[in-house]
């Protein structure tokens, strides 16, 4: 029984359920920052401050792809390239924004250094999207019915 839970049903709800969580974070996220003006003018601010390109653009192409992408994890649907675009997203806030956040720390040597950056929360989604990624939507999605399908 505790083979079937840890490599059957229980491994495929454990994933649906990261997959469902880490998705209504960003629809969340991305959906404030696209219709809330305190939100959005915080992140053409925080894009602004940190010299990331093409401002006009990025500062609803970052809010909408999260929106989306989220959708689709929530979804399961195309869940792979869902995930690796909100991981390019979360790579460019950790190098944009997150690194600079952990020297306002004052890490005290090169592993509280790394415990900064593994405390930050774009480092743990990130992780958790590589996850994703790597085992895919799983059996209670979009994708998992379309498979059964073909």
């Not at 894009?47 to 809010?63: G, M, R």
């Not at 991981?87 to 040597?109: E, F, M, N, S, T």
Request: aromatic share 12%; hydrophobic share 60%; no cysteine.
């Amino acid at each position: 029984m505790n083979d079937l839970f840890v490599n059957g049903f229980g491994g495929d709800v454990a994933l649906a359920a990261t997959r469902v969580a880490v998705g209504t974070f960003f629809v969340i996220s991305g959906y404030h920052k696209i219709f809330n003006a305190e939100r959005h003018a915080s992140i053409v601010a925080t894009l602004t401050e940190d010299k990331a390109p093409a401002v006009a653009v990025t500062q609803w192409v970052i809010p909408i792809a999260e929106f989306l992408g989220g959708l689709a994890l929530i979804f399961g649907f195309l869940v792979v390239p869902a995930a690796a675009g909100l991981l390019v997203i979360l790579i460019g806030a950790l190098k944009l924004d997150g690194i600079k956040r952990i020297a306002g720390y004052h890490p005290i040597d090169r592993a509280d250094w790394l415990d900064d950056l593994l405390y930050l929360p774009e480092t743990l989604f990130a992780i958790l999207l590589v996850v994703i990624a790597a085992t895919g939507a799983g059996p209670y999605s979009i994708d998992g019915f379309v498979a059964l399908l073909f």
